[in-house]
């Protein structure tokens, strides 16, 4: 028996769970399905789900566990929730911005924050962005928040640019 994961997300769909879990394990390369539970006679009045749909499936994001529920209509995802997905180069933010963002707003998205074709937030963040906002030189971490602020996709060479540049170069 494979041991547990202490903590695991899980998502509330509405009634497109297998869709989204066969959306997000193409986007990441490391990744897989696991268990599918489905609803059955059991709690008909309350769930009101036909006998056999899929009720819940796992999956996993870079080693990271999920659980994806057809829960109904009654509840939808926020800003207030959203995942970082963390990017070594341009090439893997501009990767994952493409793909999760392909059936959204254009307009839509600020400072690396997405949301994907099932109204999940995403945040696509170079890897060093916290330790330059965080830089105990409080004039190299303004000046990159100051272009991430300006920023929808976010651009590692101009947040570089930003961290180097003081008011004595």
């Known amino acids: 028996m494979a041991a547990i994961q202490k903590i695991t997300s899980c998502l509330w769909f509405d009634d497109q769970a297998e869709e989204a879990v066969k959306f997000y394990t193409s986007v990441f390369k490391n990744s897989k399905t696991g268990r599918v539970n489905r609803y059955g006679k059991e709690g008909y ?86 330790d330059m906002l965080t830089d105990s030189d409080s004039e190299k971490s303004q000046n990159v928040m100051k272009a991430l602020l300006q920023m929808k996709k976010l651009d590692i060479a101009a947040l570089e640019k930003a961290f180097s540049s003081t008011a004595d170069s």
Do not use: R
């Open 45 to 130: 009045e309350i769930h009101g789900k036909k006998e056999g749909k899929v009720m819940t499936i796992e999956f996993w994001l870079e080693n990271q566990g999920f659980l994806a529920l057809n829960g109904g209509p009654e509840f939808k995802f926020s800003e207030a929730i959203s995942f970082i997905v963390n990017c070594e180069t341009q090439d893997e933010i501009d990767y994952y911005w493409k793909k999760l963002s392909e059936s959204m707003d254009e307009n839509a998205g600020v400072c690396g924050w997405l949301k994907d074709k099932f109204g999940l937030s995403w945040q696509i963040v170079p890897s060093k962005l916290a």
